[in-house]
């Protein structure tokens, strides 16, 4: 299989792309960061092609498609990973530029690429989208915001695609993992803040990226007549907060 990954260079993105050439397919990585995408495919090979572009840029995504081998002209598995959240303050605190970058990434970003991708996977009837949710978009937290909205979109948009496609072979899974260390993620949030960053882990032990792979892997490879809607993973030292009460 050819699998296309956004956001590949680092953390889930990578476990991701390592995990499906272990297993034997074909990945082309989609990421911003050149020198972490050569050194990808570096580690990775010739079933890894690379694919250096802002995803929502689907004119240079296109142009460097038609570039590759023959043998990655089509695409089965489109993963969706590539996102971000910025800032956990609470709404009214939040910069406005930070909430429309996490809109044009996680929501603009993957309805840009599942839109170029499906009608091909439609022709060809055969296909997976993997969009890489939240528990967030679920679950409501106190400076989660836009960035939760996003992974909302991203849940609520993942279920009504198969609304449409149930009956033309192309499977839709979202997969929603909760606190998750090992990767840039909170590193981004707080904007190069190490102390903080470092502080959401401190005496806990959360999911990696390669728990993330394996169940992205997992739904992958089941037979072709199973999809998994949804998949909420958390790490066995977390579990959804109670209600707050404000009490003034
Ligand atoms: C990452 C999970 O709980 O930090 O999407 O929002 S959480």
């Known amino acids: 299989m050819v699998v296309f990954v956004s956001g590949a260079s680092s953390g889930f993105g990578k476990e991701i792309s390592k995990k499906f050439i272990k297993e034997g397919h074909k990945i082309i990585a989609l990421a911003r960061r050149r020198d972490l995408l050569i050194g990808l495919q570096n580690e990775l090979g010739e079933a890894?092609?690379?694919?250096?572009?802002?995803?929502?840029d689907i004119f240079s995504i296109q142009n460097q498609l038609k570039k590759l081998p023959q043998d990655?002209?089509?695409?089965?598995?489109?993963?969706?990973?590539?996102?971000?959240?910025?800032?956990?303050?609470?709404?009214?605190?939040?910069d406005i530029n930070?909430?429309?970058?996490?809109?044009?990434?996680?929501?603009?970003?993957?309805?840009?690429l599942t839109h170029f991708f499906l009608p091909q996977m439609v022709s060809n009837k055969k296909g997976h989208i993997i969009n890489i949710g939240s528990i967030?978009?679920?679950?409501?937290?106190?400076?989660?915001?836009?960035?939760?909205?996003?992974k909302a979109f991203v849940k609520q948009f993942s279920l009504n695609?198969?609304?449409?496609?149930?009956?033309?072979?192309?499977?839709?899974?979202?997969?929603?993992?909760?606190?998750?260390?090992?990767?840039?993620?909170?590193l981004i949030r707080f904007k190069?803040?190490?102390?903080?960053?470092n502080k959401v882990y401190e005496n806990t032990k959360p999911l990696q990226p390669k728990d993330i792979a394996e169940a992205v892997w997992w739904v992958a490879s089941l037979p072709?007549?199973?999809?998994?809607?949804?998949?909420?993973m958390m790490p066995t030292t977390q579990a959804p907060a109670a209600l707050n009460v404000a009490k003034n």
């Not at 890894?48 to 929502?56: E, L, T």
């Open 48 to 56: 890894c092609q690379i694919i250096i572009s802002d995803v929502n």
């Open 72 to 94: 990655f002209k089509s695409v089965d598995i489109l993963i969706n990973n590539a996102g971000l959240a910025l800032g956990l303050e609470s709404a009214e605190k939040a």
């Open 98 to 112: 930070d909430w429309e970058k996490m809109i044009q990434t996680n929501i603009n970003g993957l309805i840009k």
């Open 136 to 150: 967030a978009g679920t679950y409501p937290y106190p400076g989660g915001n836009i960035y939760g909205a996003t």
């Open 161 to 186: 695609l198969r609304a449409d496609l149930y009956d033309k072979n192309i499977r839709v899974s979202n997969i929603e993992p909760g606190l998750t260390g090992g990767s840039e993620f909170s």
């Open 192 to 197: 190069g803040d190490n102390n903080k960053a």
């Open 224 to 232: 072709e007549h199973i999809n998994i809607n949804r998949i909420e």
